[in-house]
């Protein structure tokens, strides 16, 4: 199996979302789909000196309105900040989207959904077709990691080709697929390649990688049983590329 490897690593994008974060009045509510959203909009906070007043007013008036999440991690971030989740048990952006259309009227005040530079274009374009507005604002983007060959390359050196890699990104896929393919060599064809959610396999089945299970939801138990079903015995549990 392949050790966790970090590809890719978020950086911060100009803090334009505290402008919106400051008037809650004039949206219905939040979207996040990843943690690092979450973990960007609050480093906007600290940045712009605005966490006190997040603190003491903007906290509540946010929280009376709907905070729409991706999963248990994102889930727990925002709460740490203050804020009520909803959709949580939603495994991918599809079904938080159907989610959300089940529970929003159209022509509403818009949801407010910091992102980051490669969100897919699932969700959005759900909501559009259904008449619920959207105010995207870019809070992040991902960048190769410093030492991803490296730390591939380590791993390859004392393991050996691993008997699976799962890409828990389309980005994380973009930047460390070609070190995979130089490092394993002849032997590329063997690894089974398991992907985190439907956006990730999608952009696997693109780029010619055959995905052998895609995690029913985004959480080590379902990638672990994903995996079970294609691995070996003797090779049950993995964990993959980030």
């Not at 905070?67 to 079904?95: F, H, M, P, S």
């Not at 490296?150 to 699976?164: E, H, I, R, T």
């Not at 828990?168 to 130089?182: C, D, K, N, V």
């Amino acid at each position: 199996m392949l050790g966790k490897c970090v590809l890719t690593r978020p950086t911060l994008m100009r803090c334009l979302v505290c402008g919106q974060l400051s008037h809650p009045e004039a949206y219905g509510g939040l979207i996040f789909t990843s943690p690092r959203a979450v973990e960007a909009v609050e480093l906007c906070l600290e940045r712009d000196n605005k966490l006190e007043v997040w603190k003491k007013s903007l906290k509540e008036k946010w929280h009376v309105k709907p905070a729409y999440v991706v999963g248990q991690a994102t889930a727990c971030l925002v709460r740490k900040i203050g804020l009520a989740t909803e959709g949580e048990k939603c495994g991918n952006g599809e079904k938080l989207a159907e989610y959300i259309c089940s529970r929003e009227k159209p022509e509403t005040l818009p949801l407010l959904f910091p992102c980051g530079t490669l969100k897919g274009e699932t969700l959005p374009k759900m909501l559009r077709q259904k008449g619920i507005p959207l105010e995207s604002i870019t809070v992040y983007q991902k960048i190769q990691h410093p030492g991803i060959r490296d730390s591939l390359k380590n791993y390859f050196s004392s393991q050996g080709v691993p008997a699976s890699v799962t890409f828990f990104s389309p980005s994380g896929l973009t930047h460390g697929l070609s070190y995979i393919q130089e490092l394993s060599g002849d032997s590329f064809d063997q690894i089974k390649f398991a992907a985190i959610g439907p956006t990730t396999a999608r952009a696997m089945a693109s780029a010619g990688i055959p995905v052998s299970c895609t995690a029913e939801r985004p959480c080590p138990h379902d990638l672990a049983a994903g995996l079970q079903k294609v691995l070996r015995p003797e090779s049950l549990s993995c964990s993959g590329a980030a």
